[in-house]
């Protein structure tokens, strides 16, 4: 009770700010909340704050939510998968831009399949398209994406971390009205001082409309008291900790950021009539043309101004080492892709060798993948060992996301929705399958299954990466550390689980061998839990609503 009292009464002397809520907002009791790190003071003005409900921005508006829900819970193959949460696009200075950005936006599906948007600018006003689903079914309706005008525009595509996966609410980009116009923001990443911020926020009279940690980037430009829009942007940056690369978007100005640790990867590129591009991969940029130019560099912001095309850059903050995700280069990204100046395919095949070289399957007959991220590890695998590669399972890419059924036995057949076993491959041989990963080891297990049922004789299980025995707090949807099978087994009682004749793991100090002079640049956190960035929690006091 003197904790509440105590919170109560250090909340009422704070300044507030008057930030406005959609009209579709519901709201829940009034939390304070006391911390149990000292905060640093944050320079908040009084202000106000609409955060468009995007749904209803655009009429008619196709809404994904309503179209595609469904009774049951959604489960992927890939369930058992860390997820990447995001990915974003943005272009400047071309007529179609927000064209642009959908195919961007259909190259990164990959990064996020659960909701997507486009914000588009017209030199005067912003207009946005959001809603849940693949970015086709958001954009199913050509009129939608044809509303869409103006010489730039960026999109989003996202899992969730911070905030519900399935509400509609929490789709980005966010667009919002204040006091100095409208600003949207697309954020790939995790804020690992969310809770932190958004209590400072709430106690100074903050209200939010969405669960998403990027809301509170928005809240803190807008209570900032510093000028111009570049200013405040960085300001707001400096509050944050973890993952973010982001993009904004003004009427007349397009802003690229990254975080001093470069956690999220965020590429600048440029087509031929000029248009800048930036994105979250190069293979986005691939597909629309635009030349690969740089990196936006770790704590750099770069603005391009639609008026002139002119590109000036800015440093955030003294830049901190380097701590670049190497899952993106385990799983994450598109092998076609060129992440943190390293060639995707280039890292697998190199993971898939090193693996042959530590744990060989003497004797094997033939090496397959798990597709489709194990494709390159596998051929490494192969080429190191001399051991012939084959394609032993198939992956249906006309399959979408499956859905859970009543029974377990219909679940446990949903699996051979996405991979079948080719059985000429298999049958009465002795099979190294080469993953990139295992997580809780429940597809693993199911995949060993499949490929004993097709008639292997013996199923040898190789990982192209160390044990995930972390969760991440970086913008990368992992499970609790006790849902982690790795966490709770050692290597051979993680083999028992799954049932595979052998299993074994890229060691740890090979990865980082394999990195070089460069692995002190890489995250490695989910495999060493030695973690860049700590998380920031407050102790939560609830005293009842207002």
């Given amino acids: 009770m003197a904790a509440a009292t105590t919170a109560a009464a250090a909340a009422a002397a704070l300044p507030s700010s008057r930030l406005l809520p ?16 000292p905060p640093k003071p944050l320079p908040f003005s009084s202000s106000s704050l609409l955060l468009r409900p995007r749904r209803h921005f655009l009429t008619p508006m196709a809404t994904a939510a309503e179209e595609h829900e469904n009774p049951y819970s959604s489960v992927s193959f890939s369930s058992d998968k860390p997820r990447e949460e995001c990915g974003v696009v943005g272009v400047v200075g071309d007529s179609d831009a927000a064209g642009l950005c959908y195919l961007g936006l259909q190259k990164l599906q990959h990064r996020g399949e659960e909701g997507a948007g486009i914000v588009a600018s017209d030199s005067s006003s912003l207009r946005s398209v959001t809603g849940l689903g693949l970015v086709a079914d ?22 969730s971390t911070a905030g519900a996966a399935a509400s509609s609410s929490n789709v980005q980009p966010f667009l919002a009205g204040y006091r100095f116009g409208q600003l949207a923001v697309a954020h790939n990443g995790n804020l690992v001082n969310y809770r932190l911020l958004r209590s400072q926020l709430e106690s100074r009279g903050s209200i939010f409309n969405t669960s998403s940690d990027t809301e509170v980037i928005l809240h803190l430009i807008a209570t900032s008291t510093a000028r111009p829009l570049l200013s405040r942007i960085v300001e707001a940056c400096e509050a944050l900790e973890g993952a973010y690369s982001l993009l904004f978007l003004t009427a007349q100005k397009l802003f ?11 590429v600048m590129g440029r087509r031929p009539n000029g248009a800048i591009a930036f994105a979250s991969e190069t293979c986005a940029l691939d597909l629309i043309d635009a030349t690969y130019e740089r990196e936006v560099q770790p704590g750099e912001v770069v603005v391009v101004d639609t008026r002139d095309m002119s590109v000036s850059s800015a440093c955030l903050m003294p830049r901190k080492p380097r701590k670049a995700c190497i899952f993106e280069h385990i799983y994450f990204a598109l ?3 060129v992440v943190f100046g390293r060639a995707v395919h280039d890292s697998r095949s190199a993971f898939g060798r090193a ?16 597709p489709d991220s194990g494709f390159y590890a596998a051929l490494g695998f192969s080429q190191a060992s001399g051991i012939p590669f084959q394609q032993g399972l198939l992956r249906s890419h006309y399959v979408g996301r499956t859905f859970i059924q009543p029974s377990q036995h219909i679940r446990d057949l949903a699996v051979k929705l996405k991979l079948s076993p080719v059985r000429g491959v298999l049958e009465g041989r002795s099979v190294v399958v080469v993953d990139d990963s295992i997580v809780r080891g429940t597809t693993s297990s199911k995949i060993v299954s499949l490929l004993r049922d097709a008639g292997a004789r013996e199923v040898h299980m190789r990982i192209a990466s160390p044990p995930v025995v972390g969760s991440c707090y970086y913008g990368v ?12 087994m050692n290597t ?9 004749d052998s299993l074994a793991f890229l060691s740890l100090d090979k990865l980082r061998g394999l990195l070089g002079d460069e692995a002190p640049t890489f995250c490695d956190a989910c495999f060493s839990r030695e973690y860049p960035v700590p998380l920031r929690e407050p102790e939560v006091v609830c005293v009842g609503e207002d």
């Fill in 22 to 37: 959609s009209s579709s907002s519901s709201f829940s009791p009034k939390t304070l909340i006391s911390l149990s790190i």
């Fill in 138 to 159: 958001v954009f199913s309706d050509p009129s939608l994406l044809s509303s869409l005008t103006g010489p730039a525009a960026m999109g989003h595509v996202r899992y």
């Fill in 256 to 266: 690229a950021v990254r975080d001093p640790f470069g956690f999220r990867p965020l």
């Fill in 335 to 337: 092998p076609n892709s």
């Fill in 355 to 370: 693996l042959a070289e530590e744990s060989p399957a003497p004797g094997a007959d033939v090496v397959i993948p798990v």
């Fill in 477 to 488: 949807d992992t499970p609790s550390a006790d849902e982690l099978i790795s966490n709770r």
């Fill in 492 to 500: 051979e009682g993680v083999r028992r689980e799954i049932g595979s």
